[in-house]
């Protein structure tokens, strides 16, 4: 297994910081929704989108980690139905997937918003839902 010696996104958040307007920002984000994007299309859903789950290799680029909850959904139509993710990514659908039943979710479109809300984070400084 390789060594990745950046550290995880939330930690060169918090120690370094970085210029929310920069061009290092956009590249994460740019390689993390490549990654999205590349699951996606194997019919790969992560479920677990945080900065906690993004290292930083040693020429700094992102590494997606931690594929606990990812799950294979061989037909774009299937629903997944499990709630798991870290609380404040979750997408609304997820979270409430204990209180509905028989109703699932699409695995892909919660990935999307919490890359929303990963995005707010680094391009805004917190969440879109902290004030």
Same mark, same amino acid.
């Given at each position: &297994?390789?060594? !990745?010696?950046?550290?995880? !996104?939330?930690?060169?958040?918090?120690?370094?910081?970085?210029?929310?307007?920069?061009?290092? $920002?956009? /590249?994460?984000?740019?390689?993390?929704?490549?990654?999205?994007?590349?699951? %996606?299309?194997?019919?790969?859903?992560?479920?677990?989108?945080?900065?906690?789950?993004?290292?930083?290799?040693?020429?700094? %680029? $992102?590494?997606?980690?931690?594929?606990? /909850?990812?799950? /294979? +959904?061989?037909?774009?139509?299937?629903?997944?139905?499990?709630?798991?993710? =870290?609380?404040?990514?979750?997408?609304?659908? $997820?979270?409430? &997937?204990?209180?509905? =039943?028989?109703?699932?979710?699409?695995?892909?479109?919660?990935? +999307?918003?919490?890359?929303?809300?990963? &995005?707010?984070?680094?391009?805004?400084?917190?969440?879109? /839902?902290?004030?």
């Amino acid at each position: &297994m390789e060594y !990745l010696s950046g550290g995880d !996104l939330s930690q060169n958040i918090r120690i370094n910081g970085f210029n929310r307007d920069g061009p290092e $920002v956009k /590249f994460y984000l740019a390689e993390i929704l490549c990654a999205l994007e590349q699951l %996606h299309n194997q019919q790969i859903i992560y479920r677990d989108l945080k900065p906690e789950n993004l290292l930083i290799d040693g020429r700094g %680029h $992102v590494r997606l980690i931690d594929f606990g /909850f990812s799950k /294979f +959904i061989p037909n774009s139509s299937m629903q997944a139905m499990t709630n798991c993710g =870290t609380p404040g990514y979750a997408a609304p659908e $997820v979270a409430l &997937m204990g209180q509905r =039943t028989n109703s699932g979710y699409d695995g892909r479109a919660a990935d +999307i918003w919490s890359f929303g809300i990963l &995005m707010c984070e680094l391009l805004g400084g917190s969440s879109p /839902f902290r004030k």
